[in-house]
């Protein structure tokens, strides 16, 4: 019986050493799996788009909320209605994480909604390349309107914005000119706000 006895505890012990070698071959190839796959995602995910010009303006968020609140409390306290935080996000949806090439008029309908308010009949200005001139007009002749005088003029003057597939959604490098791609974030914008 003492050698049937020995021979069960070197059973035992074989399992032991088989499950533990098992074991330790399994974490090993886990480990190695693990490092294949997050580096191969690596190298998968697309860089930022490349474009000639300048990128989406730093602090967007911020400046763009704090222009809404200025105008719709000290410009124009009347239009107090208008929900700048709403406002924002609509901003937002209508070009992050978007090819900005591929933007439509429907991505900004919503924000055009949130936005608009009633401008005077026949006081609107509008100005192609002559930006000085016609707001040292508008200046000093109060009948008269330019599209930047609007809440989503005056929110999106001198700003610029436009997204990228990858992450983080925005592009803070470059944005394309109208020349690279005419439905970019900023010319469909002004396109639709000019019709407001």
């Known amino acids: 019986m003492p050698f049937q006895q020995g021979s ?3 059973r035992q012990r074989t399992v032991l050493l088989v499950g533990i070698v098992v074991l330790l071959a399994a974490l090993v190839l886990a480990v190695v799996l693990a490092s294949v796959l997050t580096h191969e995602k690596q190298e998968v995910s697309p860089q930022m788009l490349k474009w000639k010009d300048r990128g ?3 602090n967007l968020q911020e400046l763009v909320l704090g222009r809404c609140y200025n105008y719709v409390t000290a410009r124009y306290p009347e239009l107090g209605d208008k929900d700048c935080l709403k406002i924002w996000e609509s901003l937002k949806h209508a070009f992050i994480y978007k090819n900005p090439c591929n ?6 309908q919503p924000l055009m909604e949130l ?6 009949c026949n006081k609107s200005l509008f100005w192609s390349k002559t930006n000085d001139l016609a707001h040292r007009y508008t200046k000093s002749n109060q009948n008269f309107l330019t599209l930047e005088d609007t809440l989503l003029g005056y929110m999106a003057d ?4 436009c997204g990228d597939p990858s992450a983080p959604g925005i592009n803070y490098e470059s944005c394309p000119k109208r020349s690279e791609c005419e439905s970019n974030p900023s010319s469909v914008f002004w396109k639709m706000a000019s019709k407001m």
């Open 8 to 10: 069960a505890r070197t």
């Open 56 to 58: 989406t303006t730093k």
């Open 115 to 120: 936005a608009s308010h009633p401008i005077p």
């Open 158 to 161: 001198r700003v610029s914005w």
């Open 103 to 108: 933007i439509t008029s429907e991505d900004y």
